[in-house]
């Protein structure tokens, strides 16, 4: 009798057993999940406060500028509970590219690279266990101070919101990235949660966007400055060459639109009744002549050769993430007219209106932008490093050279882009004025758009401007773009020539233009 009634007994403890079994099991698989999958998330998680107690507990990695000068570094600060704490030395000038690094979270370069900065990556913690130290690495940056700073006192001597970007063609490295207006990152370096959440909410309610970075993050409609691309799928077709005459009718009808809709220049003025060369189109910026050209390529050309110059791409970062700029998708024959000159649904950010003139001065190779030239340990090691690499082939050497030189005479006397032209120096460039739907309905102007890059013959700086409500690319624009190549190139740079001279590498090309200008 004892057998069966140990049997009877037996089966529930069983029971028992299996439950407790599966409880610790999935016991075990919780701690696992949370220690191999959610660590990361919970550490960043802005709720623990330990977490962010020990972000500042040891100083971060220095972020410093081309030259050295040091933009972000870690400062003692004298609480027991946060022990240091981040300092932008003129924040304002540089936040858009290094970010800020606060309680609540990071941005910038200081999101981008926090394994680095914090030590925190797997390299920098193995060189922690093998040699020792704390501290995050050093990154050198590949911005030069005074192209910063003519970029960003540039914009606001407009008055306007806007952005510019300066990019070294031969390599892609980024030497200047401003957006205006900004804000002071040192705001945000406070412990005290009511006065953060003080001056975030004030920031962030402010309509003149400050904390948006208008370089990377916000698209424009390009404008005439587009006409750089439709020029490039005009050459590529074989059809056209700047000597080709192109109709310049005042105000052409539209295919497809039984005449009712009518493109016009920039300030309702004409180019001319007639017939003019494709290079005196480009260097008076009339619209209506690439209208015609968009309308004869068609939109599969024009798309094709956007994207070579990285239209359409979402995989772009610098290291930050870049907004895509676009090309329309779906046009008709009227819109796809209107998409040569930039409009119809078309948007860039600066960082592309600076790609367009990069891929053209580097003989129409594009190379990738990067802002991290090199990382440092604090002993002096260098653990990474920029690697040059090209993004996209944008368009045949011999393209580059014919849209150079007609760019080349949009800065000489009588072009749209004089106001850009450097003494001494030749500077190709292309002046765009973009329509916005607000102007179009009286509530504000159209932005300024430019691009450009010099010296002509050896490029080493190409720029994009944006100035929002500028108006007129080559009268607002210009000027700021004129500025940032100055700072670059004035000291090191040696007269190039007088502007009648031809450029070497150009075929001649620029000869066939001087009858025209």
Known sequence: MAAPRARRINIPLRHVALACGTMLFVLLANVTRLQAFDADRLGEDPRNRRTLMARFDRPRGDILLRDGTIVAASVENGDEGFRYRRVYPEGPLYVPVTGHLSVRGTTGVERAEDGALSGRSLRMKVHSLVEGGETGATLRLTVDPRAQRAAYEGLRATGLRGAAVAIEPATGAILAMASFPSYDPNLYTAFDAAELDRVDKLLRSDPAAPLLNRALQRTYPPGSAFEVVTSAAAFGSGRYRPTTDVGAPPAPRLPGTGGGARPRDAGGASCGAGNLPLADAFRLSCDTPFAKIGADLGQDALREQAQAFGFDADDLTVPMPVAASVYPKSLDQAQTALSALGRSGGRATPLMIAMLSAAIANDGSLMRPYLVEEVRLDDGTRVDGAEPSRYRRALDEDEADRLTAMMVTVTRPGGTGEAAAIPGVVVAAKTGTAKTGTAAAGGGRDHAVFTGFAPAASPRVAVGVVVEDGGAGGRV?????????????????????????????????????????
Not at 484 to 513: H, K, Y
């Open 477 to 517: 624009a210009a000027p700021v773009a004129k500025a940032i190549m100055r700072a670059v190139l004035e000291p090191v740079s040696p007269p190039q020539r007088s502007a009648a001279g031809s450029l070497p590498g150009m075929n001649g090309e620029l000869d066939e233009f001087d009858e025209f200008g």
